[in-house]
């Protein structure tokens, strides 16, 4: 392996611990710990997975973290009235509805019930906007912001880098385009009716794969030396009958010969993903009590 391995890991230790530490200082100066809610319908068991390390990081840094498990028949009206109640508690600063959500439920109805300002995961049409015009009240996906982290991170300053996203979704891959835009960045955005997808691929010094398509990316669609950004949490069978196990859209072992780093899955993006809520959860509880944001996040 010639590529160097970004340490998602041991990025997203770091700033839970940076994270911590200002949540001590939130809780010093405003006599509250900040508070993230989450909301899961359902019983979709790897929801339950997620919603378990969320919340456990969330008490490993001093934040509050508020459950509410709802049936899998809960109607869409009830999830609706819920989101207007932790709207209105102060003590809650942040609001997450896991994803996805049963089919009776309308998801984009529930984000946009959300506050704007306690959406922690950037998913409101509202924060969508700010972040398309570039106005620092934006609270942003996690994910594409925890990819952003780690890209800084290895590259410094990303001005004038080629920067090619395979996946045009709402929460990865367009929030993505519009933070590596917001970097100077030049960036194309590709998807499933993409022509030519290895050759434009080969052209990115910094290549964000997020499309859901286990092992997608080949060695020949990396230029040697580019930057290597997985975000696919891929689940496929294992070496042995009945087990599993988690790849990314990129096939690691080929694509590591070639590009110049790169991040595992897992290990990778999906760390930092979480690291990001609690920052964004942090941040927005310091606006809403109009404290400045602090440095560092
Ligand atoms: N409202 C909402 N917000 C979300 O942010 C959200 C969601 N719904 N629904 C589901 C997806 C998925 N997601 C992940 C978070 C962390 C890892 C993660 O930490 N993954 C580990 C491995 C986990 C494993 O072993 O399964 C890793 O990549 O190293 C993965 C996936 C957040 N999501």
Redesign the pocket.
Known sequence: MAARLID??AAAAALRARVGGLAAMFEAATGRRAGLATVLVGEDPA?S??IR?KRSATGEAGMESIHHALPADTSEAEVLALVETLNADPAIDGI????PLPSHIDAARVIDTIDPDKDV?G?HVVNAGRLAVGDPAALVP??PLGCLHLLRAELGKLTGYHAVVIGRSNIVGKPMASLLLGESCTVTITHSHTRDLPEICRSADILVAAVGRPEMVKTDWIKPGATVIDVG?NRVPGAEPGKTR?VGDVAFAEAAEVAGAITP???????M??AM?LRNTLVAAHRRAGLPQPEGL
């Open positions: 998602g890991k929801s997975v997620y390390s997450l509805v896991q994803l995961d998913f996690c994910t949490i988690l899955v897992p290990g990778g993006v999906g760390p993903t979480i809520l």
